[in-house]
């Protein structure tokens, strides 16, 4: 075990007594590369529906998708994550793997107005299914299934739909089991080789993703997600579920949400080294927001040190609705 001289040999002070210093020898620094600002396209022009507990976030049409694009490389984050919200859902999800769907319209039109934006889908069926789970609903009397293995078929579909629409990273966020497997495999079956896998590895069943049901009107109309998404209580059982995404061909693994579970972050980071992404989701950002807008807390601080914490935990990517402010705060 190392042991430090100690005082008056040892003064740590010492490399805090300025703030060149201090920027000299910290061990963490963000950076606007790292951040992902999540985006919700839903069919139309010109509509830009502002989301209640998410100030500052709105469901966009494609046009308006355009616009935030361009603000966002303005304030050098180069990458977005697209939900999609249709006008229509049906118990198959059939929008979410349309070649005109929304994702995939919207895609089209990113990659040619800004090729050099880096284009990340959320492939789920949530928010294309009537009664708002990720998986295909069988009843049996008063109990209801979300069944796994036919659910994979239209995971894989939509990942190829987004992929032939010229999406740049694919981001399976439904936590059924084997769906980056089944992603992995239809890919390259088209001839997709190249393109990477974002898993949303250890996605937990979360309260905190309250605001988000409103963005993506994606509520279940009955019972949970507790049977698919990862229970609170569970750590080890986190790092299982990465590793069998890993083996089944992810590229990169997320962790989801970020603060309350910075344990598995950094632990996720430690056993497999992958590149690891962080989503700080709505509920993380609406409560920093609420104390800033009261005056209870300095929003700018604290979003910039519950991100720093994030990044510190070993989070490379962070995905975060409040990107742009970040980044145009660490560049001033």
Same mark, same amino acid.
């Given at each position: ?8 040999? !040892? ?47 709105? !469901? ?7 616009? $935030? ?159 698919? !998404? %990862? ?5 080890? $059982? ?13 590229? %990169? ?80």
């Amino acid at each position: 075990m190392h042991h430090a001289p100690e005082f008056p040999v !040892q003064r740590p002070r010492r490399l805090r007594s300025s703030a060149l210093l201090r920027d000299f020898v910290a061990e963490t620094n963000l950076r606007s590369a790292r951040f992902v600002l999540p985006l919700f396209a839903r069919p139309g022009k010109g509509i830009r529906k502002a989301i209640g507990a998410m100030p500052g976030v709105f !469901q966009l049409s494609p046009d308006e998708i355009l616009k $935030e694009a361009e603000t966002a490389l303005a304030a050098n984050v180069n990458a977005v994550l697209l939900f999609g919200i249709p006008n229509q859902k049906d118990d198959n999800a059939s929008g979410a793997y349309a070649k005109n769907g929304i994702v995939q319209e919207t895609v089209r039109k990113l990659k040619r107005e800004f090729p050099d934006l880096l284009v990340i889908t959320d492939v789920c069926l949530c928010e294309y299914m009537s009664h708002g789970h990720c998986g295909i609903v069988e009843k049996r009397g008063q109990r209801a299934d979300i069944l796994n293995d036919p659910t994979l078929k239209l995971l894989a579909k939509t990942a190829v739909s987004h992929a032939a629409a010229g999406a740049d990273i694919i981001a399976p966020s439904d936590m059924m089991d084997g769906r980056v497997k089944a992603i992995r495999t239809a890919l390259d079956e088209y001839g997709l080789t190249h393109l990477p896998i974002m898993s949303y590895a250890a996605k937990f069943a979360s309260a905190f993703y309250g605001p988000f049901r409103e963005a993506a009107e994606s509520t279940p109309q009955f019972g949970d997600r507790r049977s698919y !998404q %990862m229970d609170a209580r569970n750590g080890n $059982e986190a790092l299982r579920e990465v590793a069998l995404d890993v083996a089944e061909g992810a590229d %990169m693994v997320m962790v989801k949400p970020a603060l309350a579970y910075l344990d598995i972050i950094h632990r996720v980071r430690t056993e497999f080294g992958l590149p690891t992404a962080a989503y700080a989701v709505s509920a993380e950002y609406a409560m920093i927001k609420a104390a800033g807008e009261r005056g209870w807390i300095d929003e700018r601080a604290v979003m910039l040190e519950s991100h720093l914490a994030m990044h510190r935990a070993g989070a490379d990517i962070i995905i975060t609705y409040a990107a742009r402010e970040l980044s145009r705060w660490m560049n001033e």
